[in-house]
């Protein structure tokens, strides 16, 4: 596995001619491997179903940042950097959700959005970076200080995930608060549609890609030391998912930037995931897995998309960015694929999360199933809306240049490969 991914890492870095990356990755790869399942330190690594997925999820998307940002006469003499702080997000992600260590997963897991802040920062497109990369991080990192005092009096005992143990008094109010952040549920989701609208292209990627599953694998995780907590009030916190997540559909459709639109969209389906989550059934709990995995894969190319779409037109608001199939025939297809997938339309990966979603909440509560229903219903809403709206309206667009480039293609196809392949590879999920 290890000789693979080595063999892979390196055709893809000779390809951007980055000798020190290839070398930076190599030595990770060869130390993680060994560190994997008792080797050095401990053992300090382990996989399971999930961390294994989350991670494919991340390497696959890494690639896709590679590839859209390639030969982007944004960056310029940059790239070099660029690459480095992407890869250095990428190395952060990996050990976040492999490590066994809860101290090492809150450093690399709040480190990830230092990172992320100064990514903003040097290549974001306009000046409002600067406030969305000061809401990103207070909403991040300041709600981080409970989980860090608890770590610290925790690490006096074993420090490891899988342990089950309990919390006293309230500091689980801010330990579960912290993912929720992270997530993020509606009433602490201001800053993603701002860092989303000033993000670059890869910086969403990542960001609706991977950086959001770790507030999921966060509960998760944590899951052996709050399962009394969550037991107990779980109802307020699936009745947090489902109904922020049918606000957000409503808010979904009077956004009139695409990007934020998409960013609000992502709100609407990790809140139904968190639903599943606390649901506490099998269906819903592996639904929610299935949640992390499609919507990272779909929320990834949209954003791809409206970066292709703003590379021709020079706009991402919806009501000029009208009449794209007149102009651009060839996006009309991919467009209507993921909008379809982002729906969760049978037979794509989205639709079997979605279905074991519905069943957990269904078997959890029928009025919270009622909701569910609606909330399906009005993500249909906007997904339709989108596509409509986009290639189907009469616009006042003008561009010549309406070809798929190779970037584009490889990135597109991508994408839609490994939403398509995972339905064949449905057993592997459950556990």
């Not at 000061?134 to 200080?145: A, C, N, Q």
């Not at 916190?237 to 409503?250: A, E, H, N, Q």
């Not at 299935?290 to 590379?311: A, D, N, R, T, W």
Request: net charge neutral; proline share 2%; hydrophobic share 55%.
């Amino acid at each position: 596995m290890a000789s693979l991914f080595l063999l892979f890492g390196s055709l893809i870095f000779l390809f951007f001619d980055f000798f020190y990356c290839f070398c930076f990755f190599s030595i990770f790869f060869v130390f993680y491997f060994l560190c994997l399942g008792g080797g050095w330190f401990g053992g300090i690594f382990f996989f399971d179903n999930i961390s294994f997925f989350l991670v494919f999820l991340t390497v696959l998307v890494f690639l896709f940042c590679s590839f859209s940002s390639f030969l982007d006469g944004w960056f310029g003499n940059l790239f070099g950097y660029f690459l480095f702080y992407l890869s250095f997000i990428f190395f952060l992600l990996v050990v976040s959700l492999s490590c066994f260590n809860s101290l090492l997963f809150y450093i690399s897991f709040e480190f990830i959005f230092v990172l992320m802040f100064l990514f903003l920062l040097g290549w974001g497109y306009s000046p409002e970076r600067l406030a969305a990369s000061f809401y990103m991080v207070f909403y991040t990192l300041f709600v981080s200080f409970p989980f860090l005092v608890y770590l610290t009096f925790w690490g006096l005992g074993t420090g490891k995930f899988l342990v089950w143990g309990d919390i006293l008094g309230y500091w689980w109010v801010g330990l579960v608060l912290v993912f929720l952040v992270k997530l993020p549920v509606y009433g602490v989701h201001l800053w993603l549609p701002k860092a989303h609208v000033e993000a670059p292209v890869s910086g969403s990627m990542v960001l609706a890609g991977v950086l959001l599953k770790l507030g999921t694998y966060g509960l998760l995780r944590f899951s052996g030391f709050l399962l009394y907590y969550y037991f107990f009030y779980k109802g307020y916190l699936v009745s947090l998912g489902v109904l922020g997540g049918l606000y957000s559909c409503f808010l979904c459709l009077r956004q009139p930037d695409l990007k934020s639109f998409v960013a609000y969209s992502s709100v609407c389906h990790m809140g139904f995931g968190l639903g599943g989550l606390f649901s506490f059934t099998y269906s819903g709990l592996s639904g929610s897995v299935f949640m992390m995995i499609g919507h990272g894969f779909c929320s990834s190319c949209l954003f791809y998309i409206l970066y292709v779409l703003y590379e021709r037109f020079f706009t991402r608001s919806g009501i000029i960015l009208k009449g794209v199939g007149f102009l651009f025939p060839l996006m009309v297809l991919v467009i209507f694929l993921f909008s379809v997938m982002n729906m969760g339309v049978p037979p794509t990966f989205s639709f079997f999360s979605e279905v074991l979603i519905l069943v957990g909440l269904g078997c959890y509560d029928l009025f919270i199933f009622f909701f569910s229903g609606f909330l399906l219903l009005f993500s249909g809403f906007y997904g339709i809306f989108f596509y409509v709206i986009s290639c189907h309206s009469k616009g006042v667009l003008s561009g010549l240049h309406n070809h798929i480039s190779l970037r584009e293609f490889l990135v597109f196809y991508g994408h839609l490969y490994f939403m398509l392949f995972l339905v064949f590879c449905l057993d592997f999920f459950f556990f």
